[in-house]
């Protein structure tokens, strides 16, 4: 019996790898051709230069109104967010309060102004767009604007634009923001892509709680095969003296050994990969750290009371700008002035000429992010490192990365030029970056900043893995077609003593 024992248990590890590898070797065939595209192709987003480059020229002609008068109609004192943009022909000012809904505020007249209809959302798409927009609809939801962070702008309008291309744009029916931007060649290749590469249908996304369980729950199984997978490949293969006939390391044949040599040349990376997407949703919440407070970001701003504006000054400081924003710095006003395909621009709000904010003080500030935590250490980055990094581009530089010396080891990255906060890694998210972001994309800059290097390298590991899946699934078709002897006839070579073949 304890010698029978281990030979059950290998049968059924057999068994297991066997009729788990159909499944999951489906499911790794699709993630490797989606995740291909995806390198090319990524999901439909308006980034900010995109926006930028839409927005229409502020009209500095119909801007009647100073930040201080917009804030008081909204009721808000103290502002997360204060910008002057177009939207469509009219200057308007956003506000986005720390807590609550955000408000728009016409820069004509001051007049609060409500949700945007069908009309005005087609002249918003018209002027963003510069094309004639064909159609007009109302949207609660789609599949490119299914993700959460739509919510606050439900329902949207979805408008087609006339021309080549296919473009759609997607307005908020709540402020009248263009948030979202998608093309014909965009939806083509995401059908191929990030959509069944994040299993992303709408009628399962749209609920983000189950849609997070099936990810879980679908990689979860293919872990295992993995794993399983693995430890049976290195069980099958010989090295030593007692290999099998003819002095094969391997018993198998054709696609079998294609399989075997495959997985264990990729079955590393191939567990890695599938851990980091099963780590994508951040199962059981283990990544999930505390950030920096709002009252902390507060306490860094030190917002006072809002300055009164020369807007006419403004408006010769700021020609062409698409957005101006009014910010605090450590109780200092700021104005940050963009304009399209150019830096930003930042000016004291008192006198409009350029800001510049002393080190120093910056420091002094990011102490209230974390009040009575102690600093250990501050860096200026020049160039981007392991945890400052944009794949394919390079980040905002240089900056400051300060470190304080609190239980989760909080990292704060503060722009200099601006003292814009621009983020906050704690220890949780230092392993993230290694747990998934490595694991899943393979972005360090040494790769992604020497393309088409990392193009070549996620190509070389993606072949094997697609060869590890599709002889997989071929293999599992030659089985459930014509049974054990389909398995028989790829490995024909034989350990000394005795038949080779898997138990079962």
């Not at 679908?218 to 003819?246: E, H, K, Q, Y």
């Not at 264990?264 to 059981?284: A, E, K, M, Q, Y």
């Not at 500030?365 to 490192?385: C, F, G, K, T, W």
């Amino acid at each position: 019996m304890p010698i029978s024992r281990p030979r059950h248990l290998k049968r059924w590890l057999y068994i297991i790898h066997r009729w788990i590898g159909i499944f999951t070797c489906l499911l790794f065939a699709m993630w490797f051709i989606s995740g291909l595209v995806m390198i090319y192709v990524p999901f439909p987003s308006l980034g900010q230069s995109e926006r930028l480059e839409g927005l229409p020229a502020i009209d500095w002609t119909r801007v009647h109104v100073e930040p201080a008068a917009a804030l008081a109609t909204a009721n808000v004192a103290v502002p997360k967010a204060l910008a002057l943009e177009m939207e469509g022909d009219l200057p308007v000012w956003r506000i986005t309060p720390w807590a609550g809904g955000e408000s728009t505020i016409s820069a004509r007249d001051g007049s609060r102004l409500g949700p945007v209809g069908p009309a005005q959302a087609r002249r918003i798409a018209a002027m963003f767009g510069h094309a004639e927009v064909r159609e007009i609809t109302r949207v609660e939801r789609d599949q490119w604007t299914v993700a959460g962070g739509f919510d606050r702008h439900r329902p949207l309008w979805k408008a087609k634009l006339a021309g080549p291309g296919g473009r759609v744009l997607y307005v908020s029916s709540r402020n009248g923001a263009v948030v979202l931007d998608t093309n014909a060649r965009e939806r083509f290749w995401n059908w191929l892509g990030s959509v069944p590469h994040w299993i992303y249908p709408t009628i399962l996304r749209q609920d983000s709680a189950a849609w997070r369980q099936v990810v879980m729950w679908v990689s979860g199984p293919c872990i295992v095969g993995a794993m399983v997978g693995i430890w049976i490949g290195i069980l099958r293969t010989r090295l030593g003296r007692r290999r099998f006939n003819d002095g094969r390391m391997i018993p198998y044949h054709g696609w079998m050994a294609w399989h075997h040599v495959t997985g264990l040349v990729g079955g590393l990376f191939l567990l890695g990969w599938i851990f980091s997407g099963w780590l994508s949703v951040d199962p059981f919440r283990l990544f999930a750290g505390a950030g920096v407070s709002e009252g902390g970001r507060i306490a860094y701003e030190k917002p006072g009371e809002t300055p009164r504006l020369d807007l006419a000054a403004l408006a010769r400081g700021a020609t062409g700008a698409k957005r101006v924003t009014l910010d605090w710095v450590d109780g200092r006003p700021l104005i940050e002035v963009e304009r399209a395909g150019s830096p930003e621009a930042t000016l004291s709000a008192a006198t409009l000429h350029p800001a510049a904010i002393p080190q120093e003080d910056l420091i002094t500030a990011a102490m209230r992010l974390l009040p009575d935590v102690p600093i250990r250490s501050v860096q200026r980055l020049e160039a981007p490192d392991s945890y400052w990094y944009a794949v394919g581009d390079r980040p905002v530089l240089p900056v400051l990365r300060i470190k304080f010396a609190d239980k989760a080891g909080t990292w704060v990255h503060i722009d200099p030029a601006t003292g814009r906060f621009l983020g906050a890694l704690d220890r949780r998210d230092r392993i993230y970056r290694w747990a998934f972001d490595l694991l899943h994309k393979w972005d360090l800059n040494v790769l992604t900043l020497n393309r088409p290097v990392w193009d070549i390298v996620l190509w070389l590991l993606s072949i094997v893995g697609l060869v590890t899946s599709v002889s997989g699934i071929w293999i599992g078709v030659l089985r459930l077609r014509h049974g054990k002897s389909a398995s028989a006839r790829s490995m024909r070579a034989s350990p000394p003593g005795g038949a080779s073949k898997l138990p079962g």
